[in-house]
């Protein structure tokens, strides 16, 4: 069973960028697909990216398409989400997830989260 803690949410202004890191641990991490997913007050929990076991394929929502980056470090047990020309809209408490399933943009494809790090954007 892995465990997952995201690191690297803050407040930011209009514009600006962030780095977000998710550390994996008790689990072989290559094993897993992983995502990141972020819920807005009010909002459903949604998709933002996706990358698949070994890096090779990644995906995008259509509202980060362009300005976020999914990553990860097999090596290093990582995985990273680099924001750039964040907007308030963007705002939201941001989630790592894992599957040991095929790349999915579910939620419900993922076993495993992560307890989520404050993203907020100022205008």
Same mark, same amino acid.
């Given at each position: ?11 930011? *202004?209009? /514009?600006?960028?962030?780095? =977000?890191?998710? #550390? ?6 290559? +094993? ?5 997913? +972020? *819920? #807005?007050?009010? &909002?459903?929990?949604?998709?933002? #990216?996706?990358?698949? +076991? =070994? ?20 090596? &290093?047990?990582?995985?990273?989400? *680099?924001?750039?020309? =964040? ?12 599957? &040991?399933?095929? =790349? ?9 989260? /992560? *307890? ?8």
């Amino acid at each position: 069973q892995v465990q997952l803690e995201e690191s690297g949410g803050g407040f930011v *202004q209009t /514009g600006e960028s962030l780095r =977000l890191s998710c #550390a994996a641990s008790g689990g072989r991490f290559s +094993r897993y697909s992983m995502a990141w997913f +972020r *819920q #807005a007050p009010g &909002k459903e929990r949604e998709w933002v #990216a996706i990358i698949s +076991r =070994l890096g090779d394929s990644t995906a995008y929502s259509d509202s980060v398409e362009g300005r976020f980056t999914i990553s990860r470090d097999n090596d &290093k047990n990582t995985m990273f989400l *680099q924001m750039s020309s =964040l907007n308030p809209e963007d705002t939201a408490i941001y989630y790592c997830a894992a599957s &040991k399933m095929v =790349l999915t943009t579910s939620t419900g494809g993922y076993e495993y989260w /992560g *307890q989520g790090t404050q993203v907020t954007v100022s205008s």
